[in-house]
């Protein structure tokens, strides 16, 4: 019980910090009362950390892609190449989503 409450502790920080930072890359800003860019990735990276030591390599690949892909989007400025880019970049998150929710469930 307690591994399966750490998993999904993790996952929501992970989660949580993820579509946030998406929210900050897409459009660049973020509200006045918000954290910062930096500390949205500082939460990421721990959230991350904690899903190295508690998930199967599955899900830990799958954080690692999502990971990366969210340094890699940039503000849309109407772009169709760049919405797509966030698109891919929000179904990977999806897939890490269900991912999580199996692995937990398995345990």
């Known amino acids: 019980m307690w591994l399966r409450e750490q998993k999904l502790k993790a996952g929501i920080g992970f989660n949580t910090a993820v579509v946030q930072l998406l929210d900050y890359l897409k459009e660049a800003q973020l509200s006045d009362d918000g954290p910062g860019a930096n500390e949205l ?62 692995e937990i469930a398995r345990s």
Request: hydrophobic share 40%; proline share 2%; net charge positive.
């Open 41 to 102: 990735a500082n939460r990421m990276q721990e959230a991350r950390s904690a899903l190295y030591l508690l998930c199967a390599g599955d899900t830990v690949d799958l954080a690692d892609a999502l990971a990366r892909r969210v340094w890699s989007t940039r503000p849309a400025d109407g772009r169709d190449d760049r919405r797509a880019e966030f698109r891919e970049t929000l179904d990977l998150l999806h897939r890490f989503t269900r991912q999580l929710r199996q």
